[in-house]
């Protein structure tokens, strides 16, 4: 079956720390990936997405994500979080010529400390 | 900026009873989806719509719960009889068409007791 997997469940970060999640996906055909961020008490928000070209996508409030096609890999990373990164974070993925379902991984909390 | 609208926000409800929810998608946005996030995991599509005809349903249990999206705008989901797994959040989340990026709307969170 198709699944998404997120390695981390809960992250805690001290301000200008660095940040990378881990977002691994089970398809074999092509994909679409994004990343989807939710701020408490906000609805889910798009960080990035890629679907072709080149494989480092930046998003949104300084976030990057790199697309490793032989790792099936899609992380999230931020050279420098502020405490207002904290949030949860979603990988998400969208197996290519599908009717745009959107498979989720289980999310990662990110606790951005001052 | 336009965007998803959901009512109500929050729904407590008995078991057995009858709940519906509400979406309307941005406007000219063809396809919409209702999705259920259960706490600690991510959303899960229950049901896709294509204007108005049913795209994917394979995760909707239909014994209990339907989803109608009549002239192809707004939209509705209901459960009847609710149960206690039942409780989570329900989303809807549009896009223009299916290849789209997809805009979410602020949930319904659902309790049953």
Known sequence: ?114 | EAEVAQSPRYKITEKSQAVAFWCDPISGHATLYWYRQILGQGPELLVQFQDESVVDDSQLPKDRFSAERLKGVDSTLKIQPAELGDSAMYLCASSLDMSYEQYFGPGTRLTVT
């Open chain 1, 1 to 114: 079956a198709q699944s998404v997997s997120q390695h981390n469940h809960h992250v805690i970060l001290s301000e200008a720390a660095s940040l990378e999640l881990g977002c691994n996906y089970s398809y074999g055909g092509t994909v679409n990936l994004f990343w989807y961020v939710q701020y408490p008490g906000q609805h889910l928000q798009l960080l990035l997405k890629y679907f072709s070209g080149d494989p480092l996508v930046k998003g949104i409030k300084g976030f990057e994500a790199e697309f490793i096609k032989s790792k099936f890999s899609f992380n999230l990373r931020k050279p420098s979080v502020q405490w207002s990164d904290t949030a949860e974070y979603f990988c998400a993925v969208n197996p290519s010529g599908n009717t745009g379902k959107l498979i989720f991984g289980q999310g990662t909390t990110l606790q951005v400390k001052p």
